[in-house]
């Protein structure tokens, strides 16, 4: 294991620092103190080093397993029985499942959800060594600083505080890290199939805030309850073929090239959900050109306004949020430069509106193309169809009240709708709600989740830390 280059003491100065920055609000709250101690922030800082240092990426060498024993180890030493943290081998990565047993059985556990794995980083690319963390003017630089070693790390280190300072959930508390969500997404699956008696599921990777542009003070916080499937759909056409000193009437370039045009012109019918229409509406308050944001309030009292959805199709941003979107990414065609093309091919990617099977959109799609010679093929692999969470009151007033005693009571919080995807998508799929909403906060200029130089700001321990002494008993009560 690489050792983190950051010591205890030089942590807990620099988590000082941070902690003049942004001060969390206290508020009362039985068997826990509101704020975040030095100790309980320096070890927080410290798993989460630690779990980076480990390069947990499938395939060769991956140590995702060695990631699910140190957050064991944490929680054994935290006082969980060694019983109550199972480690799954899955192939070559592993699963965590952890249980905090409630005082009152009767109720259905709350499964806190996120992943230990992470997307590959060569060191060659990086300033740094993505598997060598470092603190650097109190910013964690490192593979998985984002997304999303950091928040798995405060989130397990909240809860070894909470038992500390003697709390007992009357729910059932279940910790689920999966080991391949970066991936394939088979641990991502089994664990929600496992887990399907849930109540709720709070997954931390997603969802967060942003600060305001070159500073650390958070302008407002996001939560995904929903997200968009991913769909590949494969073109296709063939002819004979021939001389291309002879050409035919039937060209498979040609009319492969036609049924491209016919999709890259076609717009799916928009649509909102209360996710999404609640985030049109207070979104709109932080957009800085007036014509957009006077769009977003359009479309989010009437998805059936042209002329608010002629200006949101202009931003490659907000385009997404209003309906399900289809777009050419790769095309092949021919076999040599004198002959006519025997097999052209295309791969039309699909971000599917929750909703919306992916067999519905390839009829959809066969519909807008219109030409039996194309045949249209469902080749998605990995992703699953799955509906918005309600926008249950009990998670939104509690993630609300959590975050705004983290980081101050004039935090918007703003309900939204991602792209995909994520652990949550098998719950909901299930019949789970589930909701991502990480603590985290970060600069617009400094979001490098799967990127170069990933980073996170260490302003954000202790914030983090509060957010969960508050959302989990409020949660468990």
């Known amino acids: 294991m690489t050792v983190p280059t950051l010591s205890r003491r030089s942590g807990v100065a620099l988590l000082a620092l941070a902690a003049a920055t942004v001060a969390p609000v206290a508020h009362a709250r039985a068997a826990a103190a509101a704020i975040p101690t030095e100790a309980e922030a320096s070890t927080a800082l410290d798993l989460a080093m630690k779990a980076i240092a480990i390069r947990s990426v499938r395939g060769e060498g991956n140590r995702t397993a060695e990631v699910a024993a140190l957050i064991r180890d944490r929680l054994v030493a935290g006082g969980w029985a060694p019983a109550d943290v199972v480690i799954t081998p899955r192939g070559d990565t592993a699963t965590l499942v952890a249980t905090w047993a409630g005082t009152d059985h009767t109720l259905k556990p709350l499964v806190l959800s996120g992943h230990m794995d992470v997307v590959e980083a060569k060191r060659a690319d990086w300033q740094r060594d993505p598997f060598g963390p470092v603190v650097e003017d109190g910013v964690l630089y490192g593979r998985g600083a984002t997304d999303m070693k950091f928040d798995g790390a405060m989130l397990v280190s909240a809860l070894i505080d909470l038992r500390a300072h003697g709390f007992h959930p009357r729910r059932t508390i279940v910790v689920a890290y999966s080991g391949d969500e970066e991936t394939v997404m088979a641990t991502s699956a089994a664990l929600a199939n496992e887990l399907k008696g849930a109540e709720m599921v709070v997954n931390v990777d997603g969802g967060g805030g942003v600060f305001a542009d070159g500073t650390d003070k958070p302008i407002y916080w996001t939560w995904d309850g929903a997200e968009k499937a991913y769909g590949d759909y494969k073109l296709e056409v063939t002819n004979p ?25 076609y717009h799916f019918a928009a649509e909102l959900n209360p996710i999404t229409k609640a985030w049109f509406e207070r979104a709109a308050a932080f957009e800085a050109n007036p014509a957009t944001a006077t769009a977003m309030r359009a479309f989010a009292a009437n998805p059936a306004d042209m002329a608010a959805l002629a200006v949101l199709r202009t931003r490659p941003e907000l385009v997404g949020k209003a309906g399900t979107t289809c777009v050419p990414t790769l095309v092949s065609g021919g076999h040599a430069e004198n002959a006519l093309p025997q097999r052209a091919t295309a791969n039309i990617n699909c971000r599917i509106f929750p909703g919306h099977s992916r067999e519905a959109i390839l009829a959809e799609l066969q519909s807008v193309i219109g030409a039996d010679v194309v045949k249209v093929t469902d080749v998605t692999d990995g992703s699953i169809s799955s509906p918005a969470s309600p926008m249950r009151a009990d998670f939104v007033t509690a993630a609300e009240k959590a975050i705004r005693a983290a980081w101050g009571k004039d935090i918007t919080a703003i309900p939204m709708q991602e792209s995909g995807a994520s652990d949550s998508m098998f719950y909901r799929a299930l019949g789970v709600p589930a909701y991502n909403a990480s603590p985290t906060f970060t600069r617009r200029n400094e979001q490098f989740s799967h990127g170069l130089n990933e980073r996170v700001r260490l302003v ?7 957010y969960y002494f508050n959302l989990i008993p409020d949660l468990t009560k």
């Open 241 to 265: 073929g021939g001389h291309s000193s002879a050409p035919r009437t039937e060209n498979a370039i040609v009319q492969l090239a036609q049924a491209l045009v016919k999709v890259g012109s």
């Open 460 to 466: 954000n321990i202790k914030p983090a830390l509060t």
